[in-house]
């Protein structure tokens, strides 16, 4: 978790003549503090800069103290000047993690009673499987690749939920609509030909969406990293569950429906 859900010291600092986010971060890097977030303020307060570093048993301002030292020796010339220092406590952050999560769980209830009402039972538990695939999936891979989990990375997963279940909502509705055409043929021939017809739309359109995130991913700075790698991740398995997830789980209660009703279905 990062210093959002954890608690620490947050410092807010000014740098003159205005330094940039980049050269902050690398002197407290060089300083020992590889833990640090930083963020530059925008319009009239882009010389200012939020520090966030996590708790130890250092006071709030002696921690301030000595981040505006490190700050100030590496940047040489430029002078640091403490704008404002606040102690995060560990009891903080942890209703920020609890909140983060019920947000996370509100959003995938509240998919899965809209999809339930506007189509059927079934595509609304295909959905939000699939949905909850890919946030798992998303979360899996920072994990395995040591990055943190920040109040930024839980925006990123509900971006994925909101993106997955457009992406999969275009494959119900087309399922849907050869449904009512196609009724004599078997569910899983029918729901098969509506995925191919969707499928190049589907490509087609993820591709685009996960230019955008490389673009921020390799463009976009350190502030936006974590978000973007998320988004990546995300829109590539959000992409791949929409068609081998949703569908595929929504056919298995299509089937087993029919059978409970004494239907024989394939």
């Known amino acids: 978790y990062s210093v959002d859900f954890t608690g620490g010291t947050l410092l807010q600092v000014r740098t003159t003549p205005a330094a940039t986010a980049d050269a902050v971060r690398n002197a407290l890097d060089a300083s020992g503090y590889k833990g640090a977030e930083i963020q530059q303020m925008t319009g009239e307060a882009k010389d200012e800069f939020l520090i966030r570093i996590p708790s130890d048993t250092t006071d709030a ?21 403490q704008r404002k220092v606040e102690s995060v406590g560990p009891k903080v952050g942890g209703e920020l993690r609890q909140k983060a999560i019920w947000a996370v769980l509100a ?19 295909g959905g939000v499987a699939a949905l909850l695939h890919d946030v798992l999936v998303t979360l899996g891979v920072l994990m395995f690749t040591g990055r943190e989990v920040s109040l930024t ?6 971006t994925i939920a909101g993106y997955s279940i457009n992406d999969t909502i275009v494959v119900f509705d087309r ?3 050869r449904g009512k055409a196609l009724r004599k043929e078997k569910h899983s021939r029918m729901m098969d030909i509506a995925v191919n017809e969707t499928l190049s739309r589907t490509i087609i359109t993820a591709f ?5 995130a490389l673009a921020l991913f390799v463009w976009g700075g350190e502030v936006l990293n974590d978000f973007s790698f998320a988004m990546l991740v995300g829109v590539v398995f959000g992409t791949y569950s929409s068609v081998y997830v949703a569908s595929a789980l929504a056919l298995d209660i299509w089937i087993s429906l029919d059978r409970r009703k004494g239907v024989q279905a394939e």
């Open 208 to 212: 685009t969406v996960f230019l955008s």
């Open 107 to 125: 959003s995938l209830g509240s998919i899965l009673l809209y999809v339930g009402w506007r189509y059927e039972f079934k595509f609304a538990v």
């Open 175 to 177: 399922i849907r609509e």
């Open 61 to 81: 301002q002696v921690m301030a103290s000595r981040l505006i030292d490190a700050v100030g020796t590496h940047l040489g010339a430029t002078k640091v000047e």
């Open 153 to 158: 990375v839980v925006a990123a997963l509900l």
